[in-house]
């Protein structure tokens, strides 16, 4: 079945014909066989982690007057993966406000940029990463920059999480995790923690990420069902933007330049948008009734704003199936006025190619109106 004037495949349609008409078959159904789609033929499937061990531990825990003038607890906390006698390490720093009387919300930001942009000691303050303004309305924060995980550069999968897995480097199968599944990977491993860390209330914590943080947000919470909710800054072509009809970047772009990114597979798309047996519209269908928050910018057309909010009403239905508003219009908000009654928020913002304070303070009006007061 094809929907809409992009002729997309039906989100409620399963491979085999089935009507989605209820969420139960949503859930049990349709559901699944997208996540194997996305993992088959887009990301690529994480390998068989059953033998590999993990550690997490609080290294330092400090509250001083010099850490955001004593209004945050600064926790540095190391995650450690084990198998077969290699280990792979990763750390980062969360944010908790001091003066918290229960468990607080938080954001975990997928940083693609330096240190500056996630300098876990506050030398340096970014609109990217506001730490401060987040403590400040409440929520804890914490933030892993992707280079430690999985290098932003064609590597041969030798490094970072992938050195677990020396047998894939010269048998690695088309349908094997790219750098975007193992930078969800690691996010995951960050709500590991939080469920372990009795000042943060592990029902609501949102998953934050620009542009290729912005794909992995979405990828990452569509998997791990523990966040309830993703938060997505101009993640453009193979994140929240529809691959058919794109008016921006195309699969061959994106996998010409980043192939690492993907499963091998992908690449059978490049000029064949329309050979999908998915959109990325069902990306964010995966995360119903959960939140999801999308944002795009005037000047950044490379990411194809149009087909952005797009993908956020063809998403609606799977929300409506649980009885919750999705996107809630089907007119592209103006700039500046965010939309954000409905499960799915979307704002469109002038400007180019970034995230700053003003997103944030959107992300977390919706997180406000959505997520921090209720169970």
Request: glycine share 6%; aromatic share 12%.
């Amino acid at each position: 079945m094809i929907e809409n004037n992009r002729n997309l495949p039906s989100i409620l349609t399963c491979c085999d014909g089935t009507k989605v008409n209820e969420k139960e078959t949503w859930l049990t159904k349709r559901r699944p066989e997208l996540l194997t789609l996305f993992s088959e033929e887009e990301y690529g499937f994480l390998p068989d982690m059953s033998d590999v061990t993990i550690k997490i531990r609080v290294a330092d825990s400090k509250r001083t007057a010099d850490i955001m003038q004593g209004r945050a607890i600064r926790n540095t906390v190391e995650v450690e993966a084990v198998r077969n006698g290699i280990s792979f390490i990763f750390s980062f720093v969360a944010f908790i406000p001091a003066e918290a009387k229960k468990p607080v919300p938080a954001f975990v930001t997928i940083c693609n940029r330096g240190i500056k942009d996630s300098d876990p000691a506050r030398h340096f303050l970014s609109p990217f990463y506001p730490a401060e303004t987040i403590i400040s309305r409440g929520y804890a924060c914490a933030a892993f920059r992707t280079q430690e995980i999985s290098p932003d550069y064609e590597e041969g999968f030798t490094t970072g999480f992938s050195r677990l897995f020396p047998e894939y480097v010269e048998n690695r199968p088309d349908d094997a995790w790219g750098a975007i599944t193992a930078w969800s990977w690691a996010a995951s491993r960050i709500m590991d923690y939080f469920e372990m860390e009795p000042l943060i209330d592990e029902r609501k914590v949102a998953l934050v990420g620009h542009s290729r943080g912005g794909k992995t947000a979405l990828w990452g919470t569509a998997q791990d069902e523990r966040f309830a909710m993703a938060v997505s800054s101009c993640a453009g072509n193979s994140g929240d933007a529809l691959s058919r009809g794109a008016k921006g970047e195309r699969i061959g772009d994106i996998v010409n330049r980043f192939p690492y990114w993907f499963c091998k597979n992908y690449q059978k798309y490049i000029d064949k948008e329309e050979t999908l047996p998915f959109d990325q519209h069902m990306l964010l269908g995966l995360i119903a009734p959960r939140l999801v928050y999308t944002s795009a910018k005037t000047f950044d057309k490379w990411a194809d704003p149009q087909g952005q909010f797009e993908s956020c009403i063809e998403a609606s239905p799977v929300y409506e199936l649980f009885g919750v508003k999705g996107i809630g219009q089907e007119t592209q908000p103006l700039p500046e006025n965010p939309v954000q009654e409905g499960r799915i928020g979307h704002h469109f913002k002038t400007g180019n190619h970034d995230m700053d304070e003003y997103d944030w303070n959107c992300y977390m009006d919706f997180a406000d109106l959505h997520m921090k007061e209720n169970n």
